[in-house]
């Protein structure tokens, strides 16, 4: 079946604009998260939501992050006045409601800020 | 909260010989041990998972890790690699109770003929 898909794959934007990732996850998992992949920091943890709430957010690097979850299912995470440093590589993951449940990656957006 | 540790930043191979991967964690509660497998410019794949039971775990296309609690450590092993092993290798952790995964800082994995 599909697996979790991202949009865009690719997305350079100036400084101080806003932008929007998108996540699909696989149907029928509950659970979906967000993590960033960078040089410097390695793959660190951003959100996780269950159902269309998100209890552990404690990632989210400032409050220009957000993310919300619609329907159970597409998530968007949202970057407001990027900044150089927010430039990275941002992988959505969706498992089943399940404690030790593997998580399914999907492919990541490349967020590149000039 | 959890911590992990991968020990080799990058580990270079010759084609057949064996490779091991080490990882070693922190955690006050229990665990649920995991190691993902990058290719290049590709998303992050499950190679294992230990979630209890046996301490020595079998994944995919040949590779083992094994548990030891008591030195809070979950190594990778193949015992004889392929050139299509050259990837990045992340150990992840999540606590019981937890399900964000906290990755390790990743090894890269190059194997020569």
């Known amino acids: 079946g599909a697996g979790v898909s991202q949009s865009p794959s690719n997305k350079v934007t100036e400084k101080g604009k806003d932008v929007e990732l998108r996540c699909d996850p696989i149907?029928?998992?509950?659970?979906l998260y967000w993590y960033r992949q960078s040089l410097g920091q390695g793959l660190e943890f951003l959100i996780y939501?269950?159902?269309?709430?998100?209890?552990?957010k404690s990632g989210l690097p400032s409050d220009r992050f957000s993310a919300e979850r619609t329907g159970g299912s597409v998530s968007t995470l949202t970057i407001q006045r990027t900044q150089q440093e927010d430039s990275a590589v941002y992988l959505c993951?969706?498992?089943?409601?399940?404690?030790?449940?593997?998580?399914?990656f999907g492919p990541g957006t490349r967020l590149t800020v000039l | 909260a959890q911590s992990v540790t991968q020990l080799d930043s990058q580990v270079p191979v010759f084609e057949e010989a064996p490779v091991e991967l080490r990882c070693n964690y922190s955690?006050?509660?229990?665990?649920?041990l995991f190691w993902y497998v990058q290719y290049p410019n590709q998303g992050l794949q499950l190679l294992l998972k230990?979630?209890?039971?046996?301490?020595l775990v079998k994944g995919i296309n040949g590779f083992e890790a094994e548990f030891n609690k008591s030195q809070t450590s979950f190594h990778l092993r193949k015992p004889s690699v392929h050139i299509s092993d050259t990837a990045e290798y992340f150990c992840?952790?999540?606590?019981?109770?937890?399900?964000?995964?906290?990755f390790g800082a990743g090894t890269t994995v190059t194997v020569r003929a």
């Open positions: 993951a969706s498992s089943l409601y399940r404690e030790g449940s593997e998580q399914f």
């Open positions: 149907s029928g998992h509950t659970a």
């Open positions: 939501f269950q159902g269309n709430s998100a209890p552990d």
């Open positions: 955690s006050s509660v229990s665990v649920y």
């Open positions: 230990y979630l209890s039971g046996s301490t």
């Open positions: 992840a952790v999540s606590g019981q109770g937890g399900y964000k995964l906290s």
